[in-house]
């Protein structure tokens, strides 16, 4: 079992940057990815951006490349997404989660909701 718990979330203009924080318990080792998705209302919720938890290596979806930033800090047990350059379109509930690969995951935090406004 993993208990996640992000934080961060917080109303901003476009253009501005926020970064999400999701500090993990349980089990968490060297084949945990920590993963961010995103889920606007009316939407599919959606793939971000994923971490290893050993060795670091990322993952982004297309649209958040070059702005979004994901890392992990093992001695803390918590990942983070920074978010630069934030768009209206960003807006959305943004989830952590835990797995074992960057697209699969069995664990979830509760959310945390991310407003841009134009």
């Known amino acids: 079992q993993v208990q996640l718990v992000e934080s961060g979330g917080g109303l901003v203009q476009a253009g501005d940057s926020l970064s999400l924080s999701c500090a993990a318990s349980g089990r968490i080792d060297s084949t945990t990815f920590m993963g961010w998705f995103r889920q606007a209302p009316g939407k599919e919720r959606e793939f971000v951006a994923a971490v290893r938890w050993s060795g670091g290596n990322t993952y982004y979806a297309s649209f958040v490349k070059g702005r979004f930033t994901a890392s992990r800090d093992n001695t803390k047990n918590t990942a983070y997404l920074q978010m630069n350059s934030l768009k209206p379109e960003d807006t959305a509930v943004y989830y952590c989660?835990?797995?074992?690969?960057?697209?699969?995951?069995?664990?979830w935090g509760q959310g945390t909701q991310v407003t841009v406004s134009s």
């Open positions: 989660a835990a797995g074992t690969s960057p697209f699969k995951y069995d664990f």
